[in-house]
């Protein structure tokens, strides 16, 4: 289900009924689902490493609560599983009631759309995938406790970092972008939800969620033509006013592409979906471009090389973005067979598309450290490093400050 707004119109026309319902029939999704995540979360909790994740230091504790969370997760499976029947319908319900595939909310109606400076525009833009996923899972896919004890740390990185256009990668949790636009709705007008949810009710949504400051002229949700059945992963597209019912400046294009090695086909169809996209869309109104992404792409390797024949990367620097530590102390993953546990990962990234004006600056980009690695700098940090209990995510924020002309 592509979306398309007009570039000319203004940012308070976003607003719809169909927004409106499709929340509310997302969340009651969300709800009903809600207990099957308890029960998976406590299954996984029971089998956890010891002294790892949110585990008890002493172990009699331990060994006492994971018979509760047993009898718990006894108890709440058969009214859980009914529950979870009923969530996919609904799903599928706000699935057909977004108007233009995508759900937009607003921030609280005192926070005012940014005004940017007529002579150069100066922007701070930030990628950051906070492994948001259902329940307990994200022991296993990112090896990070589950999200709401990271919340906290989440916001306050986002806050701290203040970014213009924020994009939000794994926020796969209908729960998780709902608590994203509780606490940052005093500081943004502009919220863009559920991004990717296909046509199995989100069954595998895309995760991808993203917020701005600034007036908006266009967004657009575009899923990849090569999803798989039980996934929707796509790219959304923002266009920036420089001030309400002013012009368009730049253009931002938020996604997350397949990540797994063996992906790397798909993965290379879905970056020249996007650039065929950007080629269209130019035709009607010429904008640089920025892509705000976990590009699931490594920056150094050969892959990354050939996106760089079209785009500019603006994080650059040695110390790497992610590592495959975090999963492999849950276990030893067979998705995880090519990355050794000490092998540093340069995927997520701002990267400007290449064209012949090239008056778009680069201020600075780097990154903000979701947990102590090697290569940390932060002098008064004193977690211990790839430590799970205190890692905010498994992957670092990247910001950047750009100036449009």
């Known amino acids: 289900m592509n979306s398309s707004v007009s570039a000319t119109k203004a940012s308070s026309d976003f607003f719809s009924a169909e927004d409106v319902w499709a929340r509310r029939f997302f969340n009651a999704a969300s709800t009903t689902f809600e207990p099957m995540c308890r029960v998976v979360w406590c299954g996984y909790r ?15 504790q331990e060994v006492v609560l994971r018979f509760f969370y047993f009898f718990e997760a006894a108890a709440l499976a058969i009214p859980a599983a009914v529950l979870a029947l009923v969530s996919v319908p609904l799903r599928c319900i ?3 009631l977004q108007r233009n595939g995508y759900t937009h909310v607003r921030g609280n109606l005192e926070v005012k759309e940014k005004i940017f400076a007529a002579t150069s525009y100066r922007i701070r833009v930030m990628t950051f995938n906070i492994a948001a996923v259902p329940a307990g899972i994200s022991y296993q896919v990112a090896g990070v406790p589950h999200w709401k004890a990271r919340i906290g740390g989440i916001v ?3 806050r701290e970092a203040d970014p213009d256009v924020l994009v939000v990668e794994e926020a796969y949790d209908t729960a998780v972008q709902e608590e994203l636009v509780l606490q940052l709705k005093d500081r943004y007008p502009h919220f863009f939800l559920h991004l990717g949810v296909g046509a199995f009710g989100g069954l595998g949504p895309g995760g991808v969620f993203m917020a701005t400051k600034g007036a908006v002229g266009h967004f657009s949700d575009h899923p990849f033509h090569n999803n798989p059945m039980t996934q929707c992963k796509s790219f959304g597209v923002l266009e920036l006013l420089d001030k309400p019912e002013g012009r368009s400046f730049a253009r931002f294009i938020g996604t997350h592409p397949s990540w797994r090695e063996e992906e790397a086909t798909q993965r290379e169809e879905q970056w020249l979906q996007i650039r065929d996209y950007i080629g269209e869309r130019n035709l009607q109104i010429l904008l640089p471009t920025i892509i705000v992404a976990d590009t699931n792409t490594e ?8 996106l760089q024949t079209w785009m500019q990367p603006y994080y650059v ?13 849950w276990k030893q993953d067979d998705r995880f067979k090519d990355f050794g546990p000490n092998r540093p990962r340069q995927v997520d990234n701002i990267m400007y598309v290449r064209d012949r004006d090239s008056r778009v600056k680069l201020v600075a980009c780097n990154r903000i450290e979701s947990y102590r690695d090697d290569c940390s700098t932060l002098s008064d940090d004193s977690r211990q490093p790839f430590d799970n209990k205190t890692a905010i995510s498994d992957h670092h924020a ?8």
């Open 398 to 405: 990247v910001l950047a400050e750009i100036i449009f002309p």
């Open 299 to 306: 920056r150094d390797r050969e892959e990354g090389r050939e």
């Open 317 to 329: 620097l040695p110390a790497p973005t992610c590592w495959h530590k975090f999963p492999l102390e």
């Open 94 to 96: 706000g699935w057909l």
């Open 46 to 60: 029971i089998v956890a490493p010891f002294h790892k994740f949110d585990c008890r230091a002493n172990t009699v």
């Open 156 to 158: 306050k990185v986002i």
